[in-house]
């Protein structure tokens, strides 16, 4: 760990970078919050911030996950609704909470094709 040049008072800073073994581990955990953080998560949006650790095409496959993950999270609540939507006995407050997650899981399902395609293609808006 080299020493860098002292600015101001106090000690001089160190600069320190990650083993091949913390890679690993950095990636492992970006990966995981990548293809199972909730939607809108703090873990999510940290792990899109350090995604410059992973190549392209793994960020890419990565977002590919998610987005079967998103599609079974839809299914999983869908099947929750069809029942009270078939009785026709649906509250309006579970209608507006249904489409609530629903639109929501929508829109994190947009995202996730969008970042997969800017992350080969570039951000071509």
């Not at 690993?24 to 995604?51: C, I």
């Not at 095409?57 to 996950?65: E, P, V």
């Not at 839809?74 to 909470?97: F, I, M, N, W, Y």
């Amino acid at each position: 760990v080299p020493d860098l040049e002292k600015n101001g008072r106090g000690p001089a800073g160190s600069l320190y970078s990650l083993s091949a073994e913390g890679r690993s581990v950095l990636r492992r955990h970006l990966g995981d919050a990548l293809v199972h953080a909730k939607e809108q998560s703090p873990a999510f949006k940290l792990a899109l911030a350090f995604s410059g650790a992973l190549s392209a095409k793994r960020l890419a496959a990565l977002l590919d996950q998610r987005q079967a993950v998103l599609r079974d999270r839809c299914a999983q609540v869908e099947k929750v609704r069809r029942p009270l939507q078939d009785s026709g006995k649906e509250p309006r407050s579970a209608t507006l909470l249904f489409e609530y997650v629903l639109q929501g899981l929508a829109h994190e399902l947009r995202m996730a094709e969008h970042l997969a395609q800017i992350s080969i293609n570039g951000d071509k808006s």
